[in-house]
């Protein structure tokens, strides 16, 4: 029999308090202020997370049998529950302790089963943000103590989502790390408002770029990149959305360049700008639209499908 997976059709869960213990007693109470237990409301008529939960979890639960403790790096999307992989929803089912990014739509945490632990440990730029070293102690301990550990990132965890270096900690530490794939907001968001960010009739490829770089880390070569004729999308630009125009523009990038911007791609309260290069950074303004937000900068941007809602064209 085949089964929709419709993730919106999963009631809410009720959460309570729940209390791990650490070693450290100064970690306690950070890890404790994370920490929540999850419970699936009970439903008569089957939901997507008891028709996942009833297969058999082979790939998680074989690696959870092996002798190695096992972490998975699991992308949960651009956003829509409903783009989420199979394989990042049978890893949920199956976990013990999961953690949770920022970013992550919590009707993606309805898959996650009764009495798992959910550590919110969330990084959103300009705000207080969890320690990485902190989160890649969590990540091991609990390896180590022989639980199932996700840890869910939004989008894909090796793309602007720190996934290399959980790996890297994790592997140093002895712990195996299987990743589960996820759909990145650079081509999800885009492609929901009908841009191809790879069309070949307008460039030659795409190129994915922070807009935000590692404190006293070298940024992007903007000279480079605007002489490249690729599609620029850039990540976490919206707060530097000025300073990037003007420097794609000194480098000889036309102030005319279409160019899009998509707040919370996929979701419901997607919002879309339209504009062109040169006057990017006053609509980002007037629109007051902010992070997440993905910005796509090159003509490919013009394609965008009229029928989306779009919050201003400028």
């Known amino acids: 029999m085949t089964r929709d997976l419709h993730l919106n059709a ?119 943000s969890t320690d990485q070293a902190f989160i890649h102690r969590v990540m091991i301990r609990e390896a180590r103590r022989g639980q199932r550990v996700v840890r869910l990132k939004g989008g894909d965890p090796f793309v ?16 195996a790390v299987e990743v589960v794939p996820g759909l990145t907001s650079g081509i999800a968001a885009p492609a929901a408002i009908g841009i191809s960010v790879t069309d070949r009739r307008h460039a030659a490829g795409v190129a994915f770029v922070t807009g935000h770089a590692r404190k006293g880390g070298p940024g992007p070569d903007w000279q480079v990149l605007a002489r490249s004729g690729l599609t620029l999308v850039i990540y976490m630009g919206v707060a530097h959305c000025g300073a990037i125009a003007r420097q794609l523009q000194d480098a000889g990038l036309a102030a005319t360049t279409a160019a899009a911007i998509i707040e919370n791609g996929t979701r419901p309260d997607q919002r879309v700008v339209r504009t062109t290069l040169g006057k990017m950074a006053r609509a980002i303004a007037a629109t007051g639209i902010g992070s997440p937000a993905i910005m796509v900068i090159g003509d490919v941007a013009r394609a965008a499908d009229a029928a989306i809602r779009v919050t201003r064209s400028a």
């Open 160 to 175: 602007f989502g720190r996934g290399g270096e959980e790996r890297d900690a994790l592997q140093a530490a002895g712990i």
């Open 10 to 128: 999963v009631r809410p869960r009720a959460a309570q308090a729940s209390r791990a213990a650490l070693d450290s007693s100064a970690e306690l109470a950070s890890f404790t202020a994370l920490t929540s237990t999850a419970s699936l409301a009970s439903s008569a008529t089957p939901t997507s997370s008891t028709a996942l939960a009833s297969s058999a979890h082979e790939s998680v639960r074989d690696a959870a049998a092996t002798d190695r403790p096992t972490v998975w790096l699991v992308g949960a999307g651009p956003g829509d529950p409903d783009l989420l992989t199979l394989r990042a929803a049978r890893a949920l089912a199956d976990a013990d302790v999961v953690l949770c990014d920022d970013l992550v739509d919590r009707r993606v945490l309805e898959l996650v089963r009764d009495g798992a632990r959910v550590l919110h440990v969330g990084k959103r730029g300009g705000r207080a």
